[in-house]
């Protein structure tokens, strides 16, 4: 996992108790740290997007590149990913 992901499944929840389950429920899986090559990545991908006049967020991208650079798959039910992989080397399940 990495740390973008973490803060993005944590943001929104009001109620302490589910956040506190969460959090606990995520501390099973260890943060990658993030190198100069992952942001990198990141804005090849966002250039080649917006080439192909795909629009999308700078975590998006960067969730894109760390899942390539790493050759894992993208765990996601957000419909822009699969627009991404019309254009990018990602895998989504």
């Known amino acids: 996992m ?12 009001s109620d302490s108790a589910q956040f506190g389950k969460l959090r ?4 099973a899986f260890e943060d ?3 190198r ?5 990545q990141a804005a090849e991908f966002s250039n080649i997007c917006r080439k192909a006049g795909v ?3 700078s975590i998006d991208f960067l969730i894109c590149a760390v899942a390539a650079k790493e050759a894992w798959p993208i765990f996601t039910t957000d419909r ?7 254009h990018l080397p990602i895998r989504i399940v």
């Open 32 to 34: 990658l740290p993030l």
């Open 80 to 86: 822009d990913f699969d627009v991404y992989r019309r």
């Open 24 to 27: 606990a429920a995520l501390s």
């Open 36 to 40: 100069t090559e992952h942001f990198e």
């Open 2 to 13: 990495i740390g973008p992901i973490r803060q993005e499944l944590l943001s929104g929840i």
């Open 55 to 57: 629009q999308g967020s």
